[in-house]
């Protein structure tokens, strides 16, 4: 499906996307597409049709590195993937790439999360 269209008074979204290995980012960045598990499905969709723009900031678990960050840009459909290759994930959905840079955490240790208990971005 195409991204809505820009809604100049609605939020933006941020999020912080956990991979479990930078393979999955480097599929993610040579195929602009995204997955992710069931759980995270609903949450995802939601802010992409209720808010302006839907960013996602990847980061590879245990790396202490941000990987770049991208633009949602298509809700999360029922196709699945083989590219990931466990049935843990659910539907894919298109991803713009707009820097892809490793960036250590330490840049970011002033910003904290207060939906998150006010803990560090990381």
């Known amino acids: 499906s195409k991204s809505p269209s820009p809604r100049p008074n609605m939020p ?3 999020f912080i996307m956990k991979s479990s290995n ?3 980012i480097d599929i993610s960045q040579q195929k602009g597409m995204w997955s992710t598990t069931p ?7 939601r802010a992409f049709w209720e808010s302006s723009m ?7 678990k245990g790396s202490g590195h941000f990987q770049g960050f991208a633009r949602m840009a ?3 459909g029922c196709e ?4 990931w290759g466990s049935d843990g994930f659910g539907g894919v959905f298109k ?5 892809k840079e490793r960036i250590p955490f330490q840049f970011a240790h002033h910003l904290f999360n207060p939906w998150n208990d006010n803990k560090k971005v990381q």
Not at 39 to 45: C, D, F, G, Q, T
Not at 80 to 83: A, E, F, V
């Open 12 to 14: 933006v979204r941020y």
């Open 22 to 24: 930078l393979q999955n």
């Open 39 to 45: 759980s995270n499905e609903r949450k995802l969709n």
């Open 54 to 60: 839907v960013y996602l900031i990847f980061s590879v």
């Open 74 to 76: 298509s809700e999360i």
């Open 80 to 83: 699945k993937s083989q590219d």
């Open 95 to 99: 991803v713009e790439w707009i820097q």
